[in-house]
T-cell receptor, first 114, second 114 residues
Framework: GENVEQHPSTLSVQEGDSAVIKCTYSDSASNYFPWYKQELGKGPQLIIDIRSNVGEKKDQRIAVTLNKTAKHFSLHITETQPEDSAVYFCAARLSNFGNEKLTFGTGTRLTIIP | DAGVIQSPRHEVTEMGQEVTLRCKPISGHNSLFWYRQTMMRGLELLIYFNNNVPIDDSGMPEDRFSAKMPNASFSTLKIQPSEPRDSAVYFC????????????FGEGSRLTVL
């Protein structure tokens, strides 16, 4: 089955600086790669996703890049703010359909230092 | 609109006791997923259902775990007998069958087995 590795496990960044979280996946057939943000005491929430036919996607301060050849994808957060502090999970899925298995990385705890 | 509703939010029990976790998916969502979150292993998929039918239960740890979805608006995850190593946060998530992406997570059930 699919295996997703995520690094780093913890990351501290000065407010206003950028944060980068990296993931690798094992199954070259995976074609959907979302990122979820989990705040304390809450369930994970989708913040951005990318499909295999796209190399990069941006949404305001958040961007995701995908390198299918190397089987890795990254989350970039620019101009970080205190509310960005949370645990971030990457994930991968073989199918384009939401009703199929989504495999998550082990998470990155991001702390923004004021 | 109500999101995914899980109960109980917190459960403390003694080893050997039966535990039942409950989930009400978002109305109209016909795919339902049970995940377990621990510090060591992150988010692990236990089982998922499409149209109330279990599709993949390969993540269920052992026979002590069972899950049912008797109708489109209710699912249970049962652990009998419970063990200390079952202590974790259990999340339920749902998505429409026609969806191409997002899983909607509940706020989780934190289980502590003493």
């Amino acid at each position: 089955g699919e295996n997703v590795e995520q690094h780093p496990s913890t990351l501290s960044v000065q407010e206003g600086d950028s944060a980068v979280i990296k993931c690798t996946y094992s199954d070259s057939a995976s074609n959907y790669f979302p990122w979820y943000k989990q705040e304390l005491g809450k369930g994970p929430q989708l913040i951005i996703d990318i499909r295999s036919n796209v190399g990069e996607k941006k949404d305001q301060r958040i961007a995701v890049t995908l390198n299918k050849t190397a089987k890795h994808f990254s989350l970039h957060i620019t101009e970080t703010q205190p509310e960005d502090s949370a645990v971030y999970f990457c994930a991968a899925r073989l199918s384009n359909f939401g009703n199929e298995k989504l495999t998550f990385g082990t998470g990155t705890r991001l702390t923004i230092i004021p | 609109d109500a999101g995914v509703i899980q109960s109980p939010r917190h459960e403390v029990t003694e080893m050997g006791q039966e535990v039942t976790l409950r989930c009400k998916p978002i109305s109209g969502h016909n795919s339902l997923f049970w995940y377990r979150q621990t510090m060591m292993r992150g988010l692990e998929l236990l089982i998922y259902f499409n149209n109330n039918v279990p599709i993949d239960d390969s993540g269920m740890p052992e026979d002590r775990f069972s899950a049912k979805m008797p109708n489109a608006s209710f699912s249970t995850l049962k652990i009998q007998p419970s063990e200390p190593r079952d202590s974790a946060v259990y999340f339920c998530a749902s998505t429409p069958l026609s969806s191409t992406g997002e899983l909607f997570f509940g706020e989780g059930s934190r289980l502590t087995v003493l």
